[in-house]
């Protein structure tokens, strides 16, 4: 339940600061339905990037802020709580990036954002889940990639791409890695007919192709989506139950989308404390007092925008609202 006053405060707040407020798809609800835009990692890179207002707060993890500063170095750019983390974007440093491009000279270096400014500056071309398979598409076929972090979102590339020259870092993020194999066999059968949705950092993506490659579910109805993408397939949907594969936050979005439909969660307890460490209170907090405030050096900022700068050029639009 929204608290009118608060809303109103937000409101008048960001009104007072220029800001635009931007809220990813794991937010709570009440961050979500008070943002300006929420979408997928994409989408919301894309806003920062052209928004004219002089603030941004962004309502995510810190990787996302740092990668709305780079894009907007001129900005201001909030985030309610700085340590909002991200267990994925932990898994790499740019000290271990260093030590494997001196392993593969030549190859060229995609890193997915959920990555540090750090790992970005060491990087060629960033991309989301969005639009992980165009951005390795767009790299010539007999060019050696590093893909980092994410080895289920490298895995699913991989498979789309056929690329053999593509060696992928062994990280996850602790909450899609936990949404596995059994549980989504146990869901599918236990919801006949349900479409899936899919989101590729998931343990469980191999397994949804192998239930569709087996005809355990229609390939058809298989979806390996971004949290965005998901989104929108939801606008267009016939289907009266979806079983969905990514962190929790998401069902608000998607029931906002489609009420009708019957959204159901692979694994209810796959929410993740980092993004839900941005509270009403925060936010509110974070307008009155301008905190918590991103900076990135601007040498790395200066050395990651390229990659950052590419990575927002390629892909479908859409993504968020
Ligand atoms: P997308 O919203 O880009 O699909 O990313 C999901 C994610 O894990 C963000 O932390
Ligand atoms: Fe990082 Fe996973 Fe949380 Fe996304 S859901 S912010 S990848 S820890």
Same mark, same amino acid.
């Given at each position: 339940?929204?608290?009118?006053?608060?809303?109103?405060?937000?409101?008048?707040?960001?009104?007072?600061?220029?800001?635009?407020?931007?809220?990813?798809?794991?937010?709570?609800?009440?961050?979500?339905?008070?943002?300006?835009?929420?979408?997928?990692?994409?989408?919301?890179?894309?806003?920062?990037?052209?928004?004219?207002?002089?603030?941004?707060?962004?309502?995510?993890?810190?990787?996302?802020?740092?990668?709305?500063?780079?894009? @907007?170095?001129?900005?201001? %750019? /909030?985030?309610?709580?700085?340590? &909002?983390?991200?267990?994925?974007?932990? #898994?790499? *440093? $740019?000290?271990?990036?260093?030590?494997?491009?001196?392993?593969?000279?030549?190859?060229?270096?995609?890193?997915?954002?959920?990555?540090?400014?750090?790992?970005?500056?060491?990087?060629?071309?960033?991309?989301?889940?969005?639009?992980?398979?165009?951005?390795?598409?767009?790299?010539?076929?007999?060019?050696?990639?590093?893909?980092?972090?994410?080895?289920?979102?490298?895995?699913?590339?991989?498979?789309?791409?056929?690329?053999?020259?593509?060696?992928?870092?062994?990280?996850?993020?602790?909450?899609?890695?936990?949404?596995?194999?059994?549980?989504?066999?146990?869901?599918?059968?236990?919801?006949?007919?349900?479409?899936?949705?899919?989101?590729?950092?998931?343990?469980?993506?191999?397994?949804?192709?192998?239930?569709?490659?087996?005809?355990?579910?229609? @390939?058809?109805?298989?979806? %390996? /989506?971004?949290?965005?993408?998901? &989104?929108?397939?939801?606008?267009?949907? #016939?289907? *009266? $139950?979806?079983?969905?594969?990514?962190?929790?936050?998401?069902?608000?979005?998607?029931?906002?989308?489609?009420?009708?439909?019957?959204?159901?969660?692979?694994?209810?307890?796959?929410?993740?404390?980092?993004?839900?460490?941005?509270?009403?209170?925060?936010?509110?907090?974070?307008?009155?007092?301008?905190?918590?405030?991103?900076?990135?050096?601007?040498?790395?900022?200066?050395?990651?925008?390229?990659?950052?700068?590419?990575?927002?050029?390629?892909?479908?639009?859409?993504?968020?609202?």
């Amino acid at each position: 339940m929204v608290d009118t006053d608060w809303a109103d405060e937000v409101r008048a707040l960001a009104r007072e600061r220029d800001a635009v407020i931007l809220a990813h798809n794991y937010q709570l609800p009440e961050i979500q339905d008070i943002a300006d835009h929420t979408g997928d990692s994409l989408a919301l890179s894309r806003l920062a990037a052209a928004s004219e207002a002089s603030t941004i707060v962004f309502c995510g993890v810190h990787f996302m802020a740092e990668t709305a500063k780079i894009l @907007a170095p001129d900005k201001t %750019v /909030l985030i309610p709580d700085a340590a &909002a983390g991200c267990s994925l974007a932990d #898994s790499i *440093t $740019a000290d271990q990036l260093r030590a494997w491009k001196a392993e593969h000279p030549g190859a060229v270096v995609v890193s997915y954002v959920n990555t540090t400014a750090e790992v970005k500056a060491e990087t060629d071309i960033c991309c989301t889940s969005s639009n992980a398979v165009d951005v390795v598409a767009s790299i010539p076929a007999d060019t050696e990639v590093l893909f980092c972090p994410d080895q289920f979102l490298g895995a699913h590339v991989k498979r789309l791409t056929g690329r053999d020259n593509m060696h992928i870092w062994a990280g996850e993020c602790h909450v899609h890695a936990g949404i596995n194999g059994d549980q989504l066999a146990e869901r599918v059968a236990a919801v006949p007919g349900a479409e899936l949705y899919i989101h590729p950092e998931c343990g469980c993506a191999t397994s949804a192709l192998y239930l569709a490659g087996e005809g355990v579910v229609p @390939a058809e109805k298989v979806k %390996v /989506l971004s949290t965005g993408d998901m &989104a929108t397939a939801a606008r267009h949907t #016939s289907a *009266t $139950a979806v079983l969905v594969a990514t962190e929790v936050g998401m069902l608000h979005q998607l029931r906002r989308a489609a009420p009708g439909v019957d959204f159901q969660a692979v694994n209810e307890r796959a929410s993740c404390r980092y993004m839900k460490m941005i509270t009403p209170e925060k936010l509110l907090r974070s307008l009155r007092e301008g905190t918590d405030e991103v900076d990135v050096p601007t040498a790395t900022a200066d050395a990651a925008r390229a990659a950052v700068t590419r990575m927002i050029s390629i892909g479908h639009p859409g993504g968020g609202e």
